[in-house]
């Protein structure tokens, strides 16, 4: 899952930083308002990289999601970009966890099966 979900962030991390450069052109927001919204996303992005083993990083990452879709209140794009990238986020959580099970039971049943040819072998 870890992979899956850290492919989506770091996707994130670039689009939000793409979609600071499209704000910029709003006349209604400073530069610093634009990077200090846009820096602050895209730190969280990079460091729920590191974090999705933690508990409740998963949930951090809905809620950035949920910010990435409310910023096409100023980038009207992002409204298509958050969904398709909420999209990304819930298949990644989804087949992440299901590739996970399946590693989890091949690498049980791999540990069953040496440890039944190991005393034969003795």
């Known amino acids: 899952m870890r992979t899956l979900c850290a492919s989506t962030l ?5 689009i939000v930083g793409f979609a600071g450069l499209v704000a910029m052109k709003n006349p209604d ?4 308002q634009v990077w200090t919204v846009c820096g602050v996303t895209m730190l969280l992005s990079v ?12 949930q951090i990452g809905w809620a950035l999601q949920i910010g990435l879709i409310a910023s096409g209140f100023v980038v ?3 409204f298509f970009l958050g969904a398709v990238f909420a999209g990304l986020w819930w298949c990644s ?19 069953e099966a040496a440890g039944q ?6």
């Open 10 to 14: 770091i996707g994130e991390f670039f």
């Open 76 to 78: 009207p794009t992002m």
């Open 29 to 32: 927001l400073t530069q610093a």
């Open 93 to 111: 959580v989804h087949y992440g966890r299901k590739i996970d099970a399946i590693k989890a039971s091949w690498a049980a049943r791999t540990a």
């Open 47 to 58: 460091l729920l990289c590191g974090m999705l083993s933690r508990p409740g990083a998963v």
């Open 117 to 122: 040819t190991a005393p034969d072998a003795a």
